[in-house]
């Protein structure tokens, strides 16, 4: 089932996580296009793990360069509402 994203969760993607961004990413990333793209990958991964206390948050990356940026992203009705990143960036 694919997961839609809401303006909201672009908007949110483009001020809390694209500015983590270094180098050509960050350039690929001013895309609007592109960020939506990223976006929509992120929010379809089969890599998202739900958070037990809450049912409609997971935890996935975002990976950029062979390094990872953990982000909390809020899922309800098949939607992408929002996310926010949830620590550094780490080694993939």
Do not use: C
Not at 20 to 37: C, D, F, M, Q, V
Not at 40 to 51: G, T
Request: overall charge positive.
């Amino acid at each position: 089932m694919q997961i839609k994203t809401t303006e909201h969760a672009l908007e949110r993607f483009v001020e809390r996580v694209q500015p983590n961004t270094h180098g050509t990413h960050r350039k690929y990333l001013s895309i609007p296009e592109n960020a939506k793209r990223a976006l929509h990958s992120i929010a379809n991964s089969q890599e998202l793990i739900q958070v037990e206390s809450k049912n409609d948050r997971y935890d996935g990356y975002f990976a950029s360069y062979g390094k990872l940026l953990p982000i909390r992203l809020v899922i309800r009705d098949n939607t992408l509402v929002t996310l926010w990143p949830t620590g550094g960036w780490m080694r993939a």
